[in-house]
């Protein structure tokens, strides 16, 4: 039997001149086979995991749809992350906490940073506060590219810290960066002396209790 068809097909992948054939249906067989194959397995959702390392964890509380989070300090390739986990998943949003929370997790921060990491966090939070200090947040000034950026540590009207990077684009101003920020040691560092000076930060005097 010829290869081509009258119809300029391979014989078997003509529904014309296969019909009857033994060819009949090998065709399509063989495309679904070689098709099923070559294309590459695809993950479900939410199937790639978060790097984790070594960290320490605020308290356990709820959120506004009663779904449990806790908040991590942790060391991570290049730097320091302060992230928002639900489970064994981490939020892809900017964290918010107490202060209380957020003074202890730098209070125990030698338990997973680097040592002079920790020490750069412990010493930045026992900055004095500046009566004349204003502003609602503390902020550590560096570039994005060729944008400038700031991470933050600012105070939201519930009274808790909001933890976040933010992005100064053309036109369109000062932009939050909504994800956990990831910088070095020293950036957190700036941010937090300067959040202390304004008094929108100090050291814990105990524990953070759990809000469960």
């Known amino acids: 039997m010829s290869t081509f068809c009258r119809h300029n097909r391979f014989t078997a992948d003509c529904p014309i001149c296969s019909k009857g054939t033994v060819l009949e249906g090998g065709g399509q067989r063989l495309r679904r086979k070689t098709s ?27 959120d506004e749809d009663d779904a449990l989070f806790l908040i991590r300090l942790e ?3 290049g730097g320091v992350r302060l992230g928002e986990w639900r489970g064994s998943a981490l939020s892809p949003s ?42 609602h947040a503390g902020v550590s000034r560096g570039r994005s590219g060729d944008f400038k950026e700031e991470l933050r540590v600012e105070a939201l009207d519930d009274g808790r810290l909001r ?17 956990p920020p990831m910088l070095p040691a020293a950036r ?13 930060i100090a050291a814990a005097s105990a524990p953070a209790t759990s809000e469960l």
């Open 36 to 62: 099923g194959s070559g294309e590459p397995r695809k993950r479900s959702k939410g199937a790639t995991p978060a790097f984790t390392g070594p960290h320490v964890a605020g308290p356990a509380r709820r």
């Open 75 to 77: 060391r991570v390739p």
């Open 94 to 135: 900017a964290p918010v906490l107490p202060a209380e929370d957020l003074a202890d997790l730098v209070a125990r921060s030698a338990d997973a940073l680097q040592a002079r990491d920790a020490a750069k966090l412990v010493a930045a939070l026992e900055t004095e506060a500046d009566p004349e200090a204003s502003g």
């Open 163 to 179: 933890v976040a990077r933010w992005v100064l684009r053309p036109v369109i101003g000062w932009e939050l960066q909504d994800a």
């Open 188 to 200: 957190y560092a700036e941010a937090l002396a300067d959040a202390a000076r304004r008094g929108l």
